[in-house]
């Protein structure tokens, strides 16, 4: 488990996007699907702000509901593991 904020959770996978430290995590539920949490900071010993559940940014805007998305919520019921590095052709 990983202590950020004093909320306790897991499987984190931390990446540098932008010149900022990017903390996406899970919550300490076990098997039981639950909310992701992103945290940024300029420094790896922060302070860490807390952006909120990143599966339910659109940049149409919106809530999961909306869209038609409730599995965003909570991770599509899964959790992260680690980040795709995408490059786009164009």
């Not at 302070?47 to 149409?60: C, K, R, Y």
Request: aromatic share 12%; charged share 15%.
């Amino acid at each position: 488990p990983v202590s950020v904020l004093h909320e306790r959770r897991e499987a984190p996978c931390l990446f540098r996007w932008a010149g900022r430290y990017h903390l996406l995590t899970s919550g300490l539920t076990w098997w039981n699907p639950n909310p992701a949490a992103l945290h940024v900071a300029d420094s790896l010993r922060g302070p860490w702000t807390h952006v909120g559940n990143p599966f339910l940014q659109s940049p149409a805007g919106g809530g999961p509901e909306q869209r038609g998305e409730r599995a965003a919520a909570t991770s599509f019921h899964s959790q992260p593991a680690f980040v795709l590095v995408y490059t786009s052709e164009r």
